[in-house]
């Protein structure tokens, strides 16, 4: 029997499962039409229900960002996974190994180091463990800085034994996807000419799904927010602001003066994310309201521009700025459709740190 | 058997608990010589075991901001809690009964509406639901606004059969310390000409800790992050970085060129928060490193200034700028003496969000 949405305790996430659907069919549906592979990455929903669903509509395999994460939709049936991270210690490679030994398996590298571990820990492994080289094409974070190093280091993967090159990776900058293009296409005539063709080029991110096509050199896209899609997605154009499938249900607890509310959703439930944007959020219904400031469980909301004001014991949602981290805050959520719940699940992949 | 700090996966939370004891007791040394009662806030911690510890030293209770964490802690066996939330929803209020039947508790209220609520769930309850009225004494968020208003408050609470009047309750604005004494002071003197003077004046918050005894009118006084301190704490002098109980144990995990390190601790790891202040927390070692960026699990850290570099695979702690978010990210702790974990524990009251 399915439970109102009125029934339940604030604050807590509600996903729209027709509109997550609707956002994950919409994305295939592109990729199947201009011959694009999604590997979706999970850490958004960190959920295996998701994931499980984004394969059934045709995805090649998922992407996990932690080793946790992984093992977590491992144990969930998920038989494909792309672990894009330097993994690094003993004991984070003894279970990388044990990980490889039950799905198909892909990681990176962007140092001898870290290649040197891969190779330590399977230097015994009947299965050689893929590895692909990360790239930096403008994001600033990890990744080689020329494609020539990827060279290098393609070479190196090659001649270790248990490890076998797979390509390589790149996360672009959001916006700055014609730089990657450029990146990778130079890296894949300088590998190929080097004699290590990679069978492998993955790049994505949710700002550029729409113009994953024209990254002709990739074989594959992981993209991540697009399930739910939130405020920062919506200002760059992936979708519309009734796209977005998940918002945090909060209570307005106090009215302290005419120009304020405080709701029980504070940075414990949507982050301090501000990704260059003003205010912590959107107060969907009262498009004037500025979430002007977090404590831990305190929203606080300016109201000075809104001529609707809403009142206390008002349940209100709120768009995050960022959703996958909010997801990450949560130990479960609550599917609905048509405003019941269907279903509440566990936030399985959730807090996995390491 | 105790295990050392580099058998440890990263990244983790370290907490050094002779630096944590120290502290405490210094806090509560401070308060028996100024005649101030602690009621330490158990957002920072979550952990049972240093509630426990907190009222052992002297701690006259302990305060949660969420009915979660205080169901938690009521579990624990603590048996004096503060909770000074406005609590709305017919389900909280069947909590709230629920727990007041167990330990001794106090709530608070800003409204009317607030009021009424805890009027009707406590109206047939033998034991009456003591209720604070909370004050916006500078800070900005929840609080009646004028000392009129509390006793306007005041007055309804005492006329509620089930409810009976506690006091008054306000979180200042850091360095606001001395407008929130003289509105408490205006705002005792106005309950007491009405007859209601207030059994308790709870204030509170870590920032101007060492000038609790500066506060008459105050009763009680509630510092949660003094526990452990953090960089903000660090830059508003309340100890010094040595002092500090708490880091993240991380792995550089990339060192994509001269000035850049990747660390495995990003904003799942450390929040987004930065307090007003540069760069995302502290690396310790390395003082002349920013922590300039972070994504959910990279940490981007600008080592152009730093004379000294860290390679790829060292380990090093990092000093958040707002512990409280931070633990609340980690399902555990790893709690360490002399460098040896003495024990790990499970953050019993983290993601309580409702």
Chains 1, 2 share one sequence.
Request: hydrophobic content about 40%; charged content about 25%.
């Amino acid at each position: 029997m399915s439970q109102s949405i009125d029934a339940l305790e604030t604050p807590c996430i509600i996903v729209d499962l027709d509109k997550a659907e609707a956002n994950l069919k919409r994305a295939q549906d592109y990729a199947d039409a201009n011959g694009v592979h999604l590997r979706p990455h999970i850490k958004t929903h960190k959920l295996p229900s998701f994931a499980r669903r984004q394969v059934e509509l045709g995805a090649i395999g998922i992407t996990c960002q932690k080793l946790g994460e992984a093992e977590v939709m491992a144990d969930a049936g998920i038989e494909d996974i792309f672990l894009p991270y330097n993994l690094i210690g003993v004991e984070k490679l003894h279970r990388l190994r044990r990980l490889a030994e039950r799905v198909k398996l892909a990681v990176t590298a962007d140092s001898a180091f870290v290649i040197d571990g891969y190779g330590r820990a399977f230097a015994d492994s009947s299965l050689p463990l893929v590895v692909l080289v990360e790239c930096d094409t403008g994001m600033g974070r990890a990744g080689v800085q020329t494609p020539e190093e990827a060279v290098t280091l393609a070479r190196r993967i090659d001649a270790t034994p248990g490890l076998t090159f797979g390509g390589i990776m790149t996360y672009p900058a959001t916006g700055k996807a014609a730089e990657a293009r450029i990146w990778l296409d130079t890296a894949v005539a300088a590998l190929t000419a080097a004699g290590l063709p990679p069978r492998i080029v993955s790049t994505g991110g949710t700002p550029d799904l729409w113009h994953a096509h024209e990254t002709a050199a990739a074989t594959e896209y992981r993209p991540g927010t697009y399930i739910y899609l939130d405020r920062f997605q919506v200002e760059k154009g992936v979708g519309t602001i009734d796209d977005c499938a998940l918002t945090v249900l909060t209570t307005v607890v106090s009215r302290p003066n005419d120009n304020r509310a405080i709701v029980d959703a504070g940075s414990k439930s949507l982050t301090s994310d501000l990704l260059g944007m003003s205010g912590y959020g959107q107060l969907l219904g009262y498009p004037e309201a500025v979430i002007a400031g977090l404590s831990e469980e305190h929203g606080t909301i300016d109201l000075s521009a809104s001529k609707e004001k809403p009142a206390i014991g008002e349940r209100v949602h709120i768009l995050p700025n960022h959703v996958c981290p909010v997801v990450n805050l949560f130990d479960r959520v609550h599917l609905v459709s048509k405003g019941r719940v269907v279903r509440t699940e566990v936030v399985a992949a959730r807090g996995r740190v390491d």
